[in-house]
């Protein structure tokens, strides 16, 4: 996975850091242990990436993890980048832009939250490190956001489709079978945005089933074809905290992980 060899090379060193960080700077001496606990998480998740990505029979460095800090403290998300980590997502506009300016330009923002059309261009300006949105799910937002990037002038963003892959109505993305059309207007119709793939929830109660994974695979077969690119060149994001292993091991290149690395949120999963 990307960052897995810095990562090796740096575990002599991580200790140190954290033991010689300030309590002062990041405000108690509670919320210093959390942090070495989140640095301790990563690296066990980049671990079990490793061996998932054995099983699967690629290699590691084929696999994005996305550290997953919504609702997380600056402070926790800048010892998972003292890691070596850079890779971050979140899902609310207001609070990625609150937070990216207080962090490192080196890191790549995945934005993985419903994406409203009156915060693209908030997103796109406060964000300039923004490397990816994976929740692209209808023309109107893809559009969207091929114009203001135009208009702002920033390099091509990456997406991801996003698919509903559980059926239910509540979740966003689009159905499997608008799948090739949204993918074929990005490639072929969005000059600022690079279609990179495929993205899935899974089920309403952000849990996924192999049956939602399987349904993506399939997904990216159709638009390879239709598109006609190698499979190489379609991600699968999919797999969370609960079943990241069993993702990668179904095909997922680029899983976003959250409370395994960065504790268990404090507001109450939707159901
Ligand atoms: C919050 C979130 C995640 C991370 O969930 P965890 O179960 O905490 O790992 C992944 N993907 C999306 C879209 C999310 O909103």
Known sequence: MKNLEAQERDDDTVPEKLSAEDPAKSGMAASSAMDGVAATALRSVLSRVQQAAERAGCRADQIRVVAVSKTKPVSLVRQVY???????????????????PQLPEDIEWHFIGN???NKVKPLLSGVPNLAMVET???????????????????????????????????????????????????????????????????????????????????CRTEVCKALGIPEEQCELSMGMSGDFELAIEMGSTNVRVGSTIFGPREYPKKK
């Open 115 to 117: 994406l409203q059309s």
């Open 82 to 100: 003292d890691c070596g980590h850079r890779c971050f997502g979140e899902n609310y506009v207001q609070e990625m832009i609150e937070k990216a």
């Open 136 to 218: 692209v799910d209808d023309e109107k937002i893809a559009n969207l956001l091929n114009k203001a990037i135009e208009s702002i002038g920033r390099k091509p963003l990456k997406v991801f489709v996003q698919v509903n892959t559980s059926g239910e109505e509540s979740k966003s993305g689009i159905e499997p079978s608008g799948c090739v059309e949204l993918a074929k207007h990005v490639h072929l119709g969005c000059p600022n945005l690079e279609f990179c793939g495929l993205m899935t929830i899974g089920m309403p109660d952000y849990t996924s089933t192999p049956e939602n994974f399987k349904a993506l695979a399939n």
